[in-house]
Nanobody
Framework: QVQLVESGGGLVQAGGSLRLSCTAS????????MRWYRQAPGMQRELVAS???????YVLDSVKGRFTISRDDAKNTVYLQMNSLKPEDTAVYLCNAEAVPDKRSWWQEYDYWGQGTQVTVSS
């Protein structure tokens, strides 16, 4: 199986920066798309950013120009650089990855989730 572990969350003042990391470990043959979601209390989970194995990215409009997603395949890690943070960015940030755990079943892709890391932006 594949495990995802996030790190880098915390408390920061408005205008500050944080960099989130999510590292995949375990039985991994290939990691395809990697994504960051966030969920604030009482709100629906929303997709913040995604990156394909080829490096194509998507970023939510409300964070465009402030957040950047990247990945290091040698480390099985995806990053989310968050700059100019605003109080409305406060949420639990969750990592998601589509991965193939076994090369013998190279067509079988599964969806994996981390447990989340809290980001709190004070005004």
């Amino acid at each position: 199986q594949v495990q995802l572990v996030e790190s880098g969350g915390g408390l920061v003042q408005a205008g500050g920066s944080l960099r989130l990391s999510c590292t995949a470990s375990g039985s991994i043959f290939k990691i395809n798309d990697m994504r960051w979601y966030r969920q604030a209390p009482g709100m629906q989970r929303e997709l913040v950013a995604s990156i394909t194995s080829g490096g194509n990215t998507y970023v939510l409009d409300s964070v465009k120009g402030r957040f950047t997603i990247s990945r290091d395949d040698a480390k099985n890690t995806v990053y989310l650089q968050m700059n100019s943070l605003k109080p409305e960015d406060t949420a639990v940030y969750l990592c998601n990855a589509e991965a193939v755990p076994d090369k013998r079943s190279w067509w079988q892709e599964y969806d994996y989730w981390g447990q989340g890391t809290q980001v709190t932006v004070s005004s």
